[in-house]
Nanobody, 121 residues
Framework: QVQLVESGGGLVQAGASLRLSCAASGRTFSSYAMGWFRQAPGNEREFVAA??????YYADSVKGRFTMSRDNAKNTVYLQMNSLKPEDTAVYYC????????????????RGQGTQVTVSS
């Protein structure tokens, strides 16, 4: 069982940066691939980023602007978001899965409650 708690969301202007954090409970955290998803009102949940070992994956829409990292000693993953755009506005969720391929398909074995990111123009 893995419990995930996101933090770091907020309201920022276009071009600003935010760093989201996801704290995980459970002794097997390092066994899981971790990912970030987002869902805007009226839209489907979409894959944003994932990390498995030292390899990171990104959606085309955030590539070059977002960076995902993990600190296994702290049971925490991060999403550094730079050059934010209004279209990045969404609830951002952290997810965990044993297979990174599931995360890249938008599926997580465990998911947090989400944190709101709002980018004004």
């Amino acid at each position: 069982q893995v419990q995930l708690v996101e933090s770091g969301g907020g309201l920022v202007q276009a071009g600003a940066s935010l760093r989201l954090s996801c704290a995980a409970s459970g002794r097997t955290f390092s066994s899981y691939a971790m990912g970030w998803f987002r869902q805007a009102p009226g839209n489907e949940r979409e894959f944003v980023a994932a990390i498995s070992g030292s390899v990171s994956y990104y959606a085309d829409s955030v590539k070059g602007r977002f960076t995902m990292s993990r600190d296994n000693a702290k049971n925490t993953v991060y999403l550094q978001m730079n050059s934010l755009k209004p279209e990045d506005t969404a609830v951002y969720y952290c997810g965990a899965a044993l297979l990174v391929a599931r995360l890249r398909l938008g599926v997580a074995d465990y998911r947090g409650q989400g944190t709101q990111v709002t980018v004004s123009s």
